[in-house]
């Protein structure tokens, strides 16, 4: 695991797949700068010819993500700060939707809040039965309206529902795969390197031509996500600053 105060992001390519890798020593959470990193390269790799699939995958054996950074939560001063601040996610999910390239999302471990908007914004998800999801916001006062439709895509409204409301609630890998967030659960990381491995090489061996157009089909009814999404980081932007949400993330801090 990192130790980088502001994480990592390294990229391999081989035999046509691009492996992104992100990490960073708080549960592999996003710091801003670590999130505009990973938005910008996501689509370099997304124009590079050579590039079949992407996997995007976290440091370590533990947590897949935790979300942005809780430090830099709890910082924000102002309105400004705070749309810039939940634009993070917003953009990298942009980012995913547009690259071009089919991503393969490799969840070992447990997901929280943009994390689950992270594998939600995945093509297709292979994960460990460690991997389980929550969406904490609202404890905190504010709500997981930045990734809300690249979760609602995969799972629907309902799940988004039961995720959101049950804010304290774990749901399993089982349940994620049910609700079609995952594609497929493996007992054992190995199981899950390997079966990624698999399935990444076969993606990379077939038409990039199709592959791409089949990337466009999957996210046809998207084109207003850039607007849709910064709105929807201004709303929250608004409700970190509520006295609601500063009480609680002084008692979080606690």
């Known amino acids: 695991m990192t130790a980088r105060q502001n994480g990592s992001l390294y990229t391999h390519i081989e035999n046509k797949i691009a492996t992104i890798e992100f990490g960073h020593p708080a549960s592999n959470s996003f710091p801003s700068e670590l999130l505009e990193r990973l938005q910008k390269e996501l689509l370099l790799v997304g124009k590079k010819k050579e590039v079949a699939v992407i996997v995007l995958k976290s440091e370590g054996d533990r947590a897949f993500c935790a979300g942005a950074s809780f430090d830099e939560l709890v910082a924000i001063s102002n309105l400004e ?105 493996y007992e054992t990381q190995k199981e899950l390197n390997k079966e990624v491995e698999i399935f990444a090489e076969k993606l990379a061996s077939y038409n990039p031509e199709a592959l791409s157009e089949m990337k466009k089909v999957l996210w046809k009814g998207t084109e207003n996500w850039n607007d849709l999404l910064a709105e929807r980081a201004a709303i929250t932007g608004e409700l970190v600053l509520s006295d609601f949400t500063k009480n609680a993330l002084v008692k979080f801090k606690k």
């Open 81 to 185: 700060e705070g749309k810039r601040f939940f634009s993070g996610f917003a953009n990298v999910i942009n980012a995913m939707r547009t690259c071009g390239k089919l991503i393969i999302g490799k969840v070992q471990g447990k997901a929280v809040g943009g994390g689950v908007g992270l594998a939600a914004a995945c093509d297709y998800v292979l994960a460990t039965e460690h991997a389980s999801i929550k969406l904490s916001e609202f404890t905190i006062g504010i709500g997981p309206f930045v990734i809300e439709p690249a979760v609602s895509r995969k799972v629907g409204i309902a799940a988004t529902a039961a995720l959101t409301l049950e804010a304290t609630s774990w749901k399993t890998a089982y349940w994620a795969k049910e609700k079609g967030l995952f594609a497929k659960v």
